[in-house]
């Protein structure tokens, strides 16, 4: 089993709708957690950091349940421009990101 | 944008030879990360560094050696390039902490012939 699983989709939406992504992780010692934005043959970028207490960027909100180890990411009003590969990562004791495959995002219009 | 540097970006080679690329940081960042992204796979894991001289193997580490001689440049090695080392290299960089962001390159497409 991956320490840390997505569905990679793809997930085709039309612009304008909510899209949420989950992401599974083996690990129950991880300690932080984070969503990485990849675009089509480009490097991966920080979306966001999720926190116990969840916590929301704009249209972003992630969210942690540790007891089922599991997180999500909620994008509302999606736009054009959130088609992506959503990545997820995982940190535990050893410092060192985990990722999982990604989750692929097309927004139609 | 974070201060970090792969070279080459694209580099064909044939098989059997040896391979080293390299990435270079500005940032003064601990920890050092090479992953390989290929299709169906995502970002794995190759080899780390913690610090100068302090390397350790990640999940892919057959066939590829480190070193990193100083805080800013850590190169990664093909010893002898397969096919099966077709991919796209990612450098990655992150500070001490859990909570820290990590940092990529702009990655390397390496093509084994």
């Not at chain 1, 992504?21 to 934005?37: D, G, L, V």
């Not at chain 2, 974070?2 to 059997?16: D, F, L, N």
């Not at chain 2, 040896?18 to 050092?32: D, F, K, S």
């Not at chain 2, 992204?37 to 580490?61: A, C, M, N």
Request: hydrophobic share 30%; proline share 4%.
């Amino acid at each position: 089993r991956k320490e840390v699983e997505q569905d990679p989709g793809p997930f085709n939406v039309p612009e304008g709708a909510t899209v949420a992504f989950n992401c599974t992780y083996s690990n129950s010692a991880s300690q932080s957690f984070f969503w990485y934005r990849q675009d089509c043959r480009k490097e991966p970028k920080l979306l966001m950091s999720v926190y116990s207490s969840g916590n929301e960027d704009g249209r972003f909100t992630a969210q942690l349940n540790r007891a089922s180890q599991y997180i999500s990411l909620l994008i509302r009003d999606s736009k054009l421009s959130d088609s992506a590969t959503y990545l997820c990562v995982v940190r535990g004791g050893s410092y060192i990101p985990t990722f999982g495959r990604g989750t692929s995002l097309i927004v139609h219009p | 944008d974070a201060g970090i540097t792969q070279s080459p970006r694209h580099k064909v080679t044939e098989t059997g030879t040896p391979v080293t690329l390299r990435c270079h940081q500005t940032e003064n960042h601990r920890y050092m990360y090479w992953y390989r992204q290929d299709p169906g796979h995502g970002l794995r894991l190759i080899h780390y560094s913690y610090g100068v001289k302090d390397t350790d193997k990640g999940e892919v580490s057959d066939g590829y050696s480190v070193s990193r001689s100083k805080t800013e440049d850590f190169l990664l090695t093909l010893e002898s390039a397969t096919s099966s080392q077709t991919s796209v290299y990612f450098c990655a960089i992150s500070e001490f902490g859990q909570n820290t962001e990590a940092f990529f390159g702009q990655g390397t497409r390496l093509t084994v012939v």
